[in-house]
Structures are given as structure tokens and as C-alpha cells.
Nanobody
Framework: VQLVESGGGLVQPGGSLRLSCAASGFKFSSYYMSWYRQVPGKERELVALITDAGDWTNYADSVKGRFTISRDNAKSTLYLYMNSLKPEDTAVYYC?????????WGQGTQVTVSS
């Protein structure tokens, strides 16, 4: 299993970013996928979840209405569209899949929201 995140960077408050996660080594279309984030000294937190078919999503209360998770099963790619970004969204964002009772993570991509 390999998960490779991209798309992070520095953005001003109120700005937008799109994160991508390229997946390989497993049948992407058969698994729920998630985005997590982590700041130093805190536990990794679930940001958004999407079903295998992409027909149901769930979000942390802190990002509802601002973030959108989606997937392209033909490209084995997961996305996170982030709008109206706030300084408190600053974190390393990770792509995740739970496969055979084991969590797999990418290397993460840094998102920094600052003026």
C-alpha cells in the first residue's frame, strides 16, 4: 500500500487549497478513505471520511461547510477541497486507509494558514 499526498502549502486566511492523495498497491475503489490532520503535541484527528463508492461523506464539526472530500476511483485518487481556511487549520494532513485491520498513512502534506 502506498499513499502519496500533495497540494499543501502556505495560504492566507480565507483562502483555498486542494489536497490530493495518489493511492496504489490495493484496490482503491473497494475501501473507505479518510483525511486526518495533526499539529505538534496533539493527537491526529479525523477531518473527513468517504465511502468506497463516494456516496456518503462525514466531516469533523470544525470543517463542516468549508471542506469537501471526494474521490476518483478511476484514477485511484482522493481529494480534499479546503475553503475559507483559518489559522487553526494549520497542520500536517494525512491520507488514510484501513485495510485488513491495519492503518496505512501517507507521508503527509503541510498546510499553513497565515497572513
Amino acid at each position: 500500500v502506498q499513499l502519496v499526498e500533495s497540494g499543501g502549502g502556505l495560504v492566507q486566511p480565507g483562502g483555498s487549497l486542494r489536497l490530493s492523495c495518489a493511492a496504489s498497491g490495493f484496490k482503491f475503489s473497494s475501501y473507505y478513505m479518510s483525511w486526518y490532520r495533526q499539529v505538534p503535541g496533539k493527537e491526529r484527528e479525523l477531518v473527513a471520511l468517504i465511502t468506497d463508492a463516494g456516496d456518503w461523506t462525514n466531516y469533523a464539526d470544525s470543517v463542516k461547510g468549508r471542506f469537501t472530500i471526494s474521490r476518483d476511483n478511476a484514477k485511484s485518487t482522493l481529494y480534499l477541497y479546503m475553503n475559507s481556511l483559518k489559522p487553526e487549520d494549520t497542520a500536517v494532513y494525512y491520507c488514510n486507509v484501513l485495510r485488513d485491520a491495519k492503518n496505512y498513512w501517507g507521508q503527509g502534506t503541510q498546510v499553513t494558514v497565515s497572513s
